[in-house]
């Protein structure tokens, strides 16, 4: 068997955090850092990142057969790397150097027919697949956790299906093979003038297929705010064949078989190629930071922006914590980062409303930073989007993930949760899941804990706020009790935002570590209805096993995020 060495042509990954192996914090991120985790206490211990030679695992239950061999991997670090994703439960257990169920194999295919020879040995030896892009799910969505009822688990790696392979400028569309990783992608859209300009927290790190099949949320705050709206047609290999939807701009053709496809995380095929909706680059872009004395006040304004139709690119509302935790406030005031950007016209006219709209809501803004932000700079556009505020946040959510390789080390339990409402019910839930996450905490871990919130995408008819938390889960350097009381929390915050009339996911998936709150607001006709599909696609029940659904005939013993003494 070959080793691959995962990633390769694009850096090497680390298996044990976030990113690739050679990336490094800057000095300010490290003072930044230490600063953070100070407040803790300075007694702290840190527990070193694992090296690969550290972990023994065990020797793989199934061996391939010949035909398949050359397309297969056993090594160590392939097998790390596609053992976990990147929630803060995995990468706790990577530092505990405690990995239960590795992969036995890890496949590449090179193309379709290749793919479609995996699931057929796999449904035949009864093998479990997981697939694999970028390995980036916070939701426990690749884990090889399958339970004993399987013969092996084989994680199938789509990394080398990494096209574009065929753009339409006419209709502005390109097909664009599963694979290929969000820079990949846009470097390949460039020339044409094109971009997918779907740009989520993981965009370095994650695949058009893994978006796909995850429902991802990107770029814009408004209107083009999931993968969906940007998926023309699918084609799709399973068990039981392949399938490819047709190409249209819309139908009313009874359910959409991409719909069925859309958010089915690997259970009911693993999707090769899309073709995907395109923009043409924007010329016009404009920023504007506006302040709010309350997050109530800045909420009335945004929902009133939603329900403009101005369709603003960007607009983040950041409650007064979450600001000063950005670096974009010093906590005394809530903060709307506004963005609009065009490919076609200037968008002084959207900008303008979209100000006025907010100054009646008691918004306040520099007026001359506004002015500035909209004045014409060399070569025609607007100023970019990554000065001011804009900027500040990006940078720090972007470079978020490689803070929390290093706080977790130290004992630091932090995380993040998301959800959607509508607008006549927000500012209950946002007091209320600030109010009972905290009580959480406290009875946890036995400390006050400040609860954070933004809102990361709008609707007319609601937000999506996605809520931030973190505590010291051990003073003693035993991470294992880091983890169990990230379990704790990260089950009770489930249940408190699914209680409260809001969904379980807005973006990050469902996985294993959301179906308790995902079981609670889907129908249970229609997860009837969905095993019954799957049973049709998938008859050995092989595809992601544990993972959004179980098999109809089986109850998969998944661990999942939440461990198995919570079952």
Request: glycine residues 8%.
């Amino acid at each position: 068997m070959s080793e691959f060495q995962t990633l390769s042509r694009r850096g090497r990954m680390r298996f044990w955090g976030w990113g690739l192996e050679d990336a490094a914090l800057t000095p300010q991120e490290e003072k930044t850092i230490r600063a953070s985790t100070a407040r803790f206490g300075s007694d702290l211990a840190e527990v070193p990142p694992p090296a690969e030679s550290e972990f023994t695992l065990p020797k793989p239950r199934i061996d391939p057969p010949a035909r398949l061999s050359a397309l297969i991997s056993t090594t160590r670090y392939d097998r790390l790397v596609h053992a976990l994703g990147k929630s803060f439960a995995d990468l706790v257990r990577m530092r505990l150097r405690q990995i239960d169920n590795p992969p036995d194999l890890v496949a590449f295919p090179k193309g379709e027919d290749d793919l479609q020879r995996l699931l057929d040995w796999a449904s035949s030896a009864n093998v479990a697949v997981i697939p694999f892009g970028g390995g980036s799910s916070v939701a426990g969505g690749v884990e090889p956790d399958v339970g004993d009822s399987y013969a092996a688990a084989l994680s199938i790696d789509l990394q080398y299906l990494n096209k574009v392979v065929e753009i339409d400028r006419t209709s502005r569309a390109a097909r664009i093979q599963a694979g290929a990783l969000g820079p990949e992608l846009e470097d390949q859209l460039r020339p044409h003038g094109l971009t997918l300009r779907h740009f989520p927290q993981s965009l370095q790190f994650s695949s058009l297929g893994g978006w796909i099949a995850t429902r991802s949320g990107g770029h814009y705050a408004s209107l083009y705010t999931h993968i969906d709206d940007f998926v023309e047609s699918l084609h799709v290999v399973t068990p039981s064949g392949s399938l490819v939807t047709r190409r249209l701009p819309g139908s009313g053709a009874g359910p959409s078989p991409d719909r069925m496809f859309i958010g089915s995380e690997g259970t009911l095929g693993l999707i090769t190629e899309a073709w995907m909706r395109l923009q043409d680059r924007p010329k016009h872009q404009a920023s504007v930071s506006v302040s709010f004395p309350s997050m109530a006040k800045g909420a009335r304004a945004v929902r009133a922006l939603s329900q403009a139709a101005l369709f603003p690119t960007n607009c983040r509302l950041l409650d007064p914590l979450e600001a000063r935790n950005n670096m974009v406030g010093d906590g005394t005031a809530a903060i709307l980062v506004l963005g609009f950007e065009s490919a076609d016209h200037p968008i002084d006219a959207w900008m303008a409303r979209a100000l006025e709209l907010v100054s009646d809501h008691e918004g306040s803004y520099d007026r001359s930073a506004a002015a500035a932000a909209l004045a014409p700079r060399s070569g025609g556009g607007k100023a970019p989007q990554r000065e001011g505020a804009a900027g500040v946040w990006r940078n720090a959510f972007i470079r978020m993930p490689y803070y929390r390789d290093v706080t977790l080390g130290f004992g630091i339990v932090s995380d993040t949760f998301e959800t959607a409402i509508t607008w006549d019910r927000f500012d209950e839930l946002y007091e209320a899941v600030r109010a009972r996450t905290q009580c959480v905490i406290k009875e946890v871990a036995g400390q006050d804990a400040a609860i954070s919130c933004r809102f990361t995408h709008i609707y007319p008819d609601g937000p999506a706020p996605y809520f931030s938390w973190s505590a010291l889960g051990t003073k003693t350097g035993k991470l294992a009790d880091s983890l169990a009381r990230w379990r704790e929390i990260k089950r009770a915050t489930n249940e408190i935002v699914v209680d409260l009339g809001g969904t379980v996911t807005h973006h990050h998936a469902v996985g294993r570590d959301h179906r308790s709150g995902y079981e609670k607001q889907s129908p249970a006709l229609f997860r009837s209805a969905l095993q019954a599909a799957k049973k049709t696609l998938d008859p050995a029940g092989v595809l992601n096993p544990g993972v959004l659904i179980d098999p109809a005939d089986r109850k998969v013993g998944a661990r999942g995020a939440l461990g198995k003494s919570d079952a």
